[in-house]
């Protein structure tokens, strides 16, 4: 009945996936320049997209994506919507069922996995959406404990001071007993961070954390994620809109557009020197 | 704004309060007003017959006793019909049958007048109906028949008290002079009262019941034409006599009819239908036995006293209570060669005869001979004296209306004497003895109301007196207690089920797999579809059918649960189905499987939704307990049925609303407010949580410090500490 526990959409002919050394040796030679992350020798990739291909009803929304993202590197996809960025992230936590591809955690295959097998993988990655999707019924520190409590099994009283630290960090201590409905959506999302984080996952996707936001509650929540970038070590992939956020934190960037990655590259490289034509013409049209 | 609400909300029940006066107001002075004029013209009346349509006599009747009155199709049919034709043409009139009513309506619809002008269906003439009705002369004799399966048929009939045990379910139909017979003669049976004797009998033959008591010529009828596993195991000589039911502002209708009965009986008419009817020619049977005359031989002979009952009190269940009025049953076997010219009946001298109010019965056999008898009350005697002797060998009944136990109650024996036609005197063996209880607060309440003038100006205005009787208010109140009850109980301990039940088919409905989702539409869409009633009628008669035995009252509440369950599947399939797909998406990012996914975080929320519609599933389950009533179940409609088919006053009924709304009103107040509270939640109004949370900051401070720099800041810990207090263990194992 929910779309995310539907599955079994029609195969695609696609290459199996590549051995893993000698995947990992491909991506780390082809990203090498692309990005501020430090490499270090031999490493694979955390999450590995590989001729990922999503379709709707006959209307194709990724086509043969392949991406990299390495261990506490800060990946920002941008591009126009309906480019197929929410629908890239989706797919990497399994909301969406890819229609061919493989996508791989830490070399593991998620793709064609069994549902626990899922469940458990997920537990390696978070997500923020744009719709924050707390639980309406929770205060907000039991929206953070709740994760802890049932999926990892946390005693109650340590997740409780797991909590409470998250709540701290993202400044809504305060508003541990706030249900979700009397804050503000800034402060909703930041929750939603706090939620998260707490599960320690070793990738965390951000879905447009932003648009959601009235411009004034926007700042508090980029503040809380340029926070998280630089001083918690955690590989992040944001979906956003925000230029300057991207600018000034992304270890890379990668552009999006029908489906495809048009373009990806440090920063200053793609912002300033785009290559792409659609890069440019999007960059130009956003400043 | 806020302000200008709280005030409409405070003005708002008087507001209600004060329209609700002004509609009563001109409602009561309406017909008031209407009664008074139709008074007057009744005055008139009295030479003019009046009739609800020109030129056509209306009958209400229930049209469910063949062979008396039936629906075959939608031709009207049975002895009865024909009867209230021939009368309506000796009258110059054509009949005109209303479509059946409920049994206990007729008397209550023909006396309000405007929609009947009689009542035809199987009445027997009983002096508390004739409190409220007129009736005709008796068209027909009758008497009871108890009708069970083929196999018990022989040892009930050799014996009635077979069914005298508890654990026995004996069927009749609610208001009649065979449910009477069962409450005085059969008082450890449980007494089921349906509407009509046809779902009585339905209920034998599929073993709910044990057995059946109504009019014996339906009875044999039925158990010949339809139901042939049963038979009517013994005949109940009760000598009750059926007569038409008119107004009483009507006279001149009653006269008419009785005139034109006469006529029919005379031109033969009456024995045709009834030869045509039941094959039967009663008229010429009861003129032989009344035929039959003694030779005088001096001798005082014996009287065999076989019975001596009072009749149970309204509101005291199935006991007599002493004090107030009630009716003494006298059955006796006359053994006198001569015949009997007067008996004298005798109680203690602390009971009372009040009035002389005395039916008498004689019947040689099972056929009513015709004796009129005068009666003198004085103190504690009663002395009957018969307009003919009563001949050797047939069975006397007297039953005296008005009569008086004591108001400490106890054991009353009858005794007395009687005198032979020779004038020989004899005396009566004493009676079996007579239970009684004492005098209740409740009858002490109704007796002085009875001797309030308000009450009685309160009771001379129709409306009032039919709606809002004081006396039988009271009454009534105390009578449907345990009736509330248990409709209270069925609505209570089934809506557990009900929700259990209702929360696994939505699952199964809402379920991957497609055989669950089919068993759920099914279940749901079959229980949505039909009609409460029409479940309760299959549960009630077909579980028997298939060897299952339930209690009725269990199988109410099975029912009832099973019915609300259908209902409840679909509130909450919808209440799940309303929660957002974030919130799925968001358990599943947290890696929390679909059972934890549910539990968690679709369900609780769910719970919220849903509050207001269950609660409204709930008051409707409650007020259909009274559909229950219709397979005997004694909870509050079918207490107030009984109550007002006896009393052909609608005021049991407005004393069951009053009960159904001490339930349903507080509910309904609770569902807004709990409606206003989810909105407020959901929109983030209502009060900020306080306190609590700026102690997790110093908490969480605590915690840090703690960590930093250990046991170095002893105000942190303390603060940390306090909080996590309940959890000590587990806080210093962390540390």
Redesign the interface.
Known sequence: ?????KSGAKELEVPPAMDAEEAARKAYEHDQGLTKHTFKPGEHPIVRIEHLNKTFTDTPVLRDVNLDVWNGEIVVVLGPSGSGKSTMLRCI???ETPTAGHILIEDQEITGSK??DV??L??D???V?Q?F?????M?A?ENVM??QV??LKK????AR?EA??Q??AVGL???????P???SGGQQQRV?IA??VA?HPKVILFDEPTSALDPELVRDVLNVMRDLALHSGMTMIVVTHEMDFARDVADRVVFMEGGVVVEQGLPSEVFDHPKAQRTKEFLGHIR | MKRNSCVRLRALPLVMAMSLAMVLTVFVTGCSSSSSSSKSTSKKASEKIELVHKGKLTVASDLANPPFDYMEGTTKKGFEVELMDALAKKLGLTVNYLNPMKFDSIIPTVKQGGKADVGASNFTITADRKKEIDFTDAYIDSNQGIVTSKATASSVGSDVNVLNKSGVTVAVQSGTTGESWVEENLPNAKVVALDDPISALSGVSTGLYNAAVADLPVMQYEVKNSYTSLSVAKEIATGEQYGIVVSKDNPALTKALNKALKQLRKDGTLSTFEKKWFGVDYEAQSASAAATSTTTNGDAGSVVVSKATARPNEDGGDRVIGGINTRLTWEATTKVEDGVSSVTLKLPSDASFEGSTTKVTVLKGLTRVNIDGKATAKGNTVTIKFASPIPNGSLLRLEITDMKFPNQGGKYQVTGSYTTAAGVKGTLPASAKIKTISNTPVQQIVMWLDGQPWVTAWNSVPFLNMFFKPQLLVTSFVSLFGGWVLCLLIVVISYPFAIALGLLFAMMK?S?FKVLRGLASIYINLLRGTPLFLQIYIMFFGLPMIGINIDNNVLGVIVMAINSSAYQAEIYRAGI?SI???????????????A?TMF??IL??MV?RVIPTVTSDFITSYKDTSLLSSVGVMELMMFSKNLTTTTGNITPYMAAAIYYLIVTLPLIKVVSIVEKHLAD????V?P??RG???K??E??EG??GESAEQDAEPKDTSAFEAL?AP?RS??SQ?A
């Open positions: 009945m929910k779309s995310f526990m936590n399994m909301l549902k626990t469940n458990k997920r537990r990655l978070g997500m959406f719709g999707n707390l639980f309406p019924h205060t520190l709740v994760g049932k999926v005693p109650k009283e340590e001071v409470l630290k709540l701290k201590a305060d508003r541990a007993d706030y249900k409905p009397q804050l939603a939620r998260a599960m | 809402i991957r189905l957002p797909n974030g919130q799925y998406e968001a358990a599943a990012s947290l890696g929390m499987n679909r934890q968690t975080v609780p929320q919220r939640a959901e929109n983030g209502g900020r949580p609590r949370a700026a997790r900051v908490a969480a915690e840090k996590a959890f587990h806080a962390e």
